[in-house]
């Protein structure tokens, strides 16, 4: 019968074994002897007339409180003449039956229960469907996502979905799925017998499958294979027969060959021992080939958060298809990332995101598949392999006749067509690549500056002379993107890791440092903050390393020095740089490591001894491991600066010169630096440790604007005491839902206020290392939306959908003021940028002027738009509640409305306000945010020049009290006034009193502030302070301080000749004396 139509038959025929191609148990328990056998089974398998409901195989620990595995087997033990129970406890079920007792039980039920968790047979759902029987799963999405290996998409087609938390609640699950008829289920094994098995073959073309499809496609593709069915057309019209196999013996007398197994340990993780882990390789036909246990077999436990390599010894196999790790220890252990690799083999990383108890712990498979079968070549292929090394060699050359052939070795089965289009594309990069270097040959310096080329003169440039085929190509491309992955010279693994993580194209700064890192020159690179610059020198030195001039200098093996050393300024760049080397170093077969800080040398000794490929660090940390001897630069091919501006900010001046000094071979190695500003030490720096020959990538150049064009600039006035009410408000108006960080000036104010603002945490360097780095990991998850944050978080740390800076006073600088407001508006997005600022003491101008922003002037949000908000969200909760309720409170309501006397319309906003959590709507200062005060403009109908002017005149129509009330007081911008707080109960005093005083004019403001001056931005050289109508005896008084425009130089404010308001020492000269005013 055509395979197509009888998939079954092909599942049972050709996977005999217990372990499938990817290590999961396989509980088919059943051996065909004759076609008869196989007939019986499908027969078995798709009978209609099931004696049971469903089904439950799991295990439970009861010590654990309301374990949802354990009110799954209560709710079955309870309804046992509807469901089949299976007790399984680890990897032994029903009394050690195991994989028939449970094959049994999906067999004569007509649901499987399928939650998550790490039972036995969590890993059967691929089972179940073989079996007849429908998967319930009771997380939705959740726990699709965790059976994605096993599944084909549009999990509802084939499966029933159970909320668990009804579940919990008492609902029956025989209730549940007494409502689903025969006919449905039936419905359900039809589609996957017809649609779901066969579908994984429409995948298969003749390319094959490509590596990182589901694989349970991969899965059917395997057995396909052995059915000889390379074309889905293919059918099977031969009888079973026995499956091929190695010959173990043979294999395992080919000799020992070094395998690195590396883990990396859950921070969360308990107690798990070096002795309790052991290893197994298998080939393409299931044999298993044991090997020692793991190094090291002593009591000592595995350390959190770290990562341990071992060195293990295996038969030098050729074809070694997948790799299992078996534990004898509990089941509380959890890594968080395991990779192997080794002899003819590239690394495999795999995350461990739930416990599966048993013998097995983990397993994967690596053959069977286009883009890893030249890895693993069987021994009937060594031939094959080695006309492939050969041709790799020549690869340089890149001709139309070479490429050709390595189509044909990697894809033998490609068609022609699809070889003539590459090739055409393939020599029409080949000849712009070839132009671009002539012109590079001819206008190249001794310091190259590469800018980017603009649009206009781009099309002005002579087109090159090439055949009409290719121009027509070339028309057809001219809507393709020019930073487009595929333009540049990105290995596949790496492409598709870049493309599962929605990258598509490099941003400018990758794109135009690229070749240039590539092909080995030294770059200074300069880029505003958040485009991209981690990943332009990651892509291009993984390449250099696998694929490019850096390959065959690297050294390989244990104890291996590093190739790569890239410093940062901050734990936390650093952390950030080494994940990206780690992503995509791991497709190839990289390793790195991190050194910093905070966390143990021991752990980090261990790992340099081991060996590894790229060094990532802090200036500080690496120099200590330099000194101990822990890191040899001997075979250094790059050194990375990495935000060396900041290392300049921090003191780091003399570890980085200290470690570039370290490398003997300076000619040998590659330097790049990369920063956002360009201050004097960079420059030497780049003087100094960069060939003559570097080149130069600026984005910035002489634009006056640095700070991000993608954010919205706000500014709004604040006094400290009213922060921690103002914050929240505004957060609820600008961060639109998304996460926030709000700066502090110290770590005691970031723990402070992280303390009064409800689901924040603090950031700052008196958190412990680990906990800045769970702290960083909830935020980037979204446990929690608002980080409050010293500077240890202000540079680089690239956080995805950061909608929201607030800045709690301006920063002493204009950099570190781009550099927040950097962390929103990152890769293309928009935000915002809020920052609090004192109106006394102000320097926005400058920040402003410097940073090329233009500040929005606001004032704080009002009580009364934060409860227009409250009540839109109020009424949707009031418009979801259920019809059924009203006739319950209807009368209520009547008798409500009848005795108010109050409209229907007002009664219902009461409701609102009650139901948003309002009884009384308090006041809000616009100039200091301050509650249940109010902010008033005095005008005198002349230039106001000091503050003592204003409260002279206050005096004249108020109480002394009254006016000692006063808060805040500014003069706008204009010198024509002045704006202060006085409290909402003494509004109407001050309004009265300035009725009866001669050309004074008082009025309350209520929506938003003029410009207020700026009083730093006046402030002398050496103290001192405004000059006031003083005479040369004025000094610094109680309503006085500063120097600037009016007085400057040293001592205190110019005041009155009045002694009342002179208490200080001599006031600096004024710009205007007592004469004049």
Not at 905 to 923: M, Q, T, V
Request: with cysteine; charged share 30%; net charge positive.
């Amino acid at each position: 019968m055509p395979a197509m139509r009888n998939i079954t038959r092909l599942l049972i025929e050709k996977n005999p074994w217990d372990y499938c191609d990817i290590g999961v148990p396989y509980p088919t328990g059943f051996h065909p002897r004759s076609v008869s056998d196989i007939l019986q089974w499908q027969n078995y398998v798709r009978r209609q007339n099931r004696e049971k409901l469903f089904c439950f195989a799991g295990g439970t620990r009861w010590k654990i409180k309301n374990d949802f595995r354990g009110i799954l087997l209560s709710h079955c033990q309870s309804e046992s003449g509807s469901c089949q129970v299976i007790d399984c406890a680890g990897s032994r079920c029903a009394g050690g039956k195991g994989n028939t007792a449970v094959l049994k039980a999906f067999l004569g039920s007509d649901f499987c229960l399928q939650p998550r968790g790490d039972s036995y047979t969590r890993r059967s759902v691929f089972d179940c469907m073989v079996a007849g029987s429908i998967p319930v799963f009771f997380w939705k999405r959740t726990a699709y996502d965790q059976y994605e290996w096993f599944l084909p998409s549009e999990p509802e087609s084939f499966s029933v979905y159970i909320d668990h938390e009804k579940v919990k609640m008492g609902t029956s699950t025989q209730g549940m799925l007494e409502k689903y008829s025969r006919e449905e289920a039936r419905r359900m094994r039809e589609k996957d017998k017809t649609e779901h098995f066969p579908s994984c073959f429409s995948e298969v073309g003749d390319k094959g499958v490509e590596f990182g499809l589901r694989p349970f496609a991969l899965e059917c593709f395997s057995l396909g294979r052995r059915a000889g069915l390379d074309h889905p057309s293919e059918s099977i019209s031969q009888k079973p027969q026995a499956f091929e196999s190695f010959n173990v013996s043979y294999i395992q007398n080919l000799g020992s060959c070094s395998y690195s197994v590396v883990i990396s340990t859950s921070c969360s993780s308990t107690s798990y021992t070096r002795d309790q882990i052991s290893i197994a390789f298998g080939d393409a036909y299931g044999n298993q080939i044991y090997v020692p246990r793991l190094d090291d077999p002593s009591t000592r436990t595995f350390e959190q958060c770290s990562s341990d390599t071992f060195e293990i010894y295996g038969p030098c196999a050729y074809q070694i298809c997948y790799v299992y790790l078996y534990r004898s220890g509990p089941d509380g252990w959890k890594p968080e990332s395991v990779k192997i690799y080794g002899y003819n083999s590239r690394a495999v990383t795999f995350y461990y995101d739930t416990f599966i108890p048993g013998d097995i712990w983990y397993g994967f498979n690596y053959c069977n598949t286009a883009s890893s079968s030249h890895r693993q070549i069987a021994l009937s292929d060594l031939k094959a392999k080695k006309e492939e090394k050969k041709m790799k060699k020549k690869i340089a050359l890149e001709t139309p006749e070479t490429e050709k052939k390595m189509q044909k070795l990697k894809e033998p089965r490609l068609k022609e067509e699809d070889n003539d289009s590459e090739l055409k594309k393939s020599r029409k990069k080949r000849k712009a690549s070839e132009l671009q270097l002539e012109e590079e040959e001819r206008s190249e310096t001794s310091s190259e500056l590469v800018e980017p080329v603009n649009g206009k003169e781009n099309k002005k440039r002579k087109k090159p002379k090439v055949e009409e085929e290719e121009e027509e190509e070339e028309d057809e491309g001219k809507s393709e993107d020019p930073n487009a992955i595929s333009r540049f010279r990105i290995s596949e693994a790496v492409r598709e890791k870049l493309k599962s993580k929605g990258i598509e194209s490099l941003f400018p700064i990758q794109a135009m440092t690229f070749d240039i890192v590539l092909d080995g020159t030294d770059l200074v690179g300069r880029a505003r903050t958040g485009q991209g610059k981690t990943l332009a020198f990651v892509l291009p030195i993984l390449e250099s390393l696998t694929n490019g001039p850096a390959k065959t200098s690297r050294k390989t093996g244990y104890g291996r020095a590093p190739s790569v050393l890239v410093l940062l300024p901050t734990r936390e760049l650093a952390k950030q740089v080494f994940d990206d080397f780690e992503v995509y170093g791991e497709v190839l077969g990289l390793t790195s490591c991190c050194l910093y800080g905070g966390a143990p040398y021991h752990s980090q000794e261990m790992k340099l001894k081991r060996g590894v490929d790229i060094v990532v660090g802090t200036p500080g940390r690496v120099k200590d491991h330099i000194e101990r001897r822990n890191i040899d630069l001997g075979s250094l091919q790059f050194r990375i600066l990495d935000e060396a501006d900041e290392m300049l900010r921090m003191g780091f001046v003399d570890d980085v010169e200290l470690i570039l000094g370290k490398v003997e071979d300076a000619s040998k190695v590659q330097t790049l630096l990369f920063s956002a500003t360009l201050p004097d030490w960079v420059k030497g720096i780049a003087a100094r440790f960069l060939k003559a020959s570097k080149k130069t990538v600026d984005l910035v150049g002489n634009e006056k604007m640095k700070a991000s064009t993608n954010v919205r600039h706000i500014v709004l006035p604040c006094s400290k005491s009213a922060r921690s009410q103002l914050i929240p408000d505004i957060i609820r108006c600008y961060s639109s839902g998304g996460r926030t960080i709000i700066f502090t000036e110290t770590k005691d104010s970031a723990s402070e206020l992280a303390g009064l603002l409800p689901g924040s945490r603090a950031l700052h360097g008196d958190i412990q290392q680990a906990q800045r780095e769970v702290t960083l990991n909830g935020f980037r998850s979204g446990k929690f939306l608002t980080l409050v944050a010293t500077n240890v978080a202000a540079r680089g740390l690239d956080i995805n959908d950061v909608q929201l800076i607030i800045q709690c006073e301006p920063p002493r600088d204009v950099e570190a003021y781009i550099h927040r407001s950097g962390r929103t508006g990152r890769a293309g997005n928009t935000g915002v940028a809020v920052m609090l600022y004192d109106p006394k003491r102000s320097n926005i101008s400058k920040i402003e002027r410097e940073s090329g922003v233009k500040f929005e002037h606001i004032s704080a949000p009002q009580p009364v738009d934060i409860a227009k908000f409250a009540g839109v969200e109020a009424a949707k909760i009031i418009t979801q509640v259920s019809d059924s309720v009203i006739p319950a409170f209807k009368s209520v309501a009547q008798e409500l409305l009848e005795t108010s006397g109050l409209s229907a319309e007002d009664l219902l906003a009461k409701a609102l306000a009650k139901a948003a959590g309002y009884s009384e709507i308090k006041s809000r200062s616009l100039l200091t945010s301050m509650e249940n005060h109010v902010t008033l403009l005095l005008e005198a109908g002349k230039p106001i020049y000091t503050l003592s002017f204003v409260f002279g005149v206050l005096k004249r129509f108020l109480p002394e009290e009254k006016v000692q009330s006063v808060q805040g007081m500014t003069l706008t911008a204009d010198g024509m006034g002045a704006v202060f707080d006085v409290a909402e109960e003494d509004v109407e005093t001050f309004l009265a009193g300035a009725e009866n005083a001669a050309n004074v004019s008082l009025e309350v403001l209520k929506k938003e502030l003029p410009r207020l001056q700026e009083r730093d931005q006046s402030r002398g050289r050496s103290g001192g302070g405004r000059g006031g109508f003083g005479d040369r005896n004025g000094g610094g008084g109680r309503y006085s301080g500063g120097g600037g425009r009016f007085s400057g130089g040293k001592g205190g404010r110019g005041g009155f000749s009045d002694r009342r308001f002179s208490n200080g020492s001599s006031g600096g000269r004024g710009r205007y004396n007592s004469k004049k005013w």
